[in-house]
Antibody, heavy 122, light 107 residues
């Protein structure tokens, strides 16, 4: 059974850097076809894809974040870290860590979601 | 970016009704489309991938169809458990994008 859980600060100040950790179980991010992404949902309720990291360490990011976002694998092998620099009140949202359907094809939906963690920028 | 537009934004229906939600993409995405259900206070849940593939455990009253730029999510017989907001998402190309959501209300 695949599970993911987000952790990190609930409150950050404008201009600070946000670091969120996704701790997962039930799969290995070194296995072909695996990937972990980040999605956020603002108080306006819109869902926004932030980026994804793949089993081979390939990464894709949302251009709208203008190089502010970085996703990395932690040395623990069961964690992925999201870093978002220069936080702004507009970044206030619930942040979800998500598992990508296991496939070597580039396109895949997100089949398992973490519970989400709410971050307020103020 | 590919824009995803859902209609309607809100839908009110009675138990037993057949309901349909539409999602339109600003350019062709083949069948690289997913549908998610988000119940109040919960994380979204994947219902359908590749436009029409029902995820394991999802009731058979739920179905998806479409190709290219127009897609539909249909619930054949609405149940109280279906109260939720539904989102479509394209994964044809980066950045992946979502529709704005359709809030389904039970009369």
């Amino acid at each position: 059974q695949i599970t993911l859980k987000e952790s990190g600060p609930t409150l950050v100040k404008p201009t600070q850097t946000l670091t969120l950790t996704c701790t997962f179980s039930g799969f290995s991010l070194t296995t072909s076809g695996e990937g972990v992404g980040w999605i956020r949902q603002s108080p306006r309720k819109a869902l926004e894809w932030l980026g994804i990291i793949y089993w081979d360490d390939d990464k894709r990011y949302s251009p709208s974040l203008k190089n502010r976002v970085t996703i990395t694998k932690a040395t623990s092998k069961t964690q992925v870290v999201l870093t978002l620099t220069n936080m702004d009140p507009e970044d206030t949202a619930t942040y979800y860590c998500v598992h990508r359907q296991t496939t070597i094809i580039v396109g895949a939906a997100f089949d398992i979601w973490g519970q989400g963690t709410t971050v307020t920028v103020s | 970016d590919i824009q995803m537009t859902q209609s309607p934004s809100t839908l009110s229906a009675s138990v037993g009704d057949r309901v349909t939600i539409t999602c339109r993409a600003s350019q062709s995405i083949s069948t690289w489309l997913a549908w998610y259900q988000q119940r109040p206070g919960k994380a979204p849940k994947l219902l359908i991938s590749k436009a029409s593939n029902l995820e394991s455990g999802v009731p058979s009253r739920v179905s998806g169809s479409g190709y290219g730029t127009e897609f539909t999510l249909t619930i054949s017989s609405l149940q109280p458990d279906d109260l939720a907001t539904y989102y479509c998402q394209q994964y044809n190309s980066f950045p992946y994008t979502f529709g704005q959501g359709t809030k389904l209300e039970i009369k």
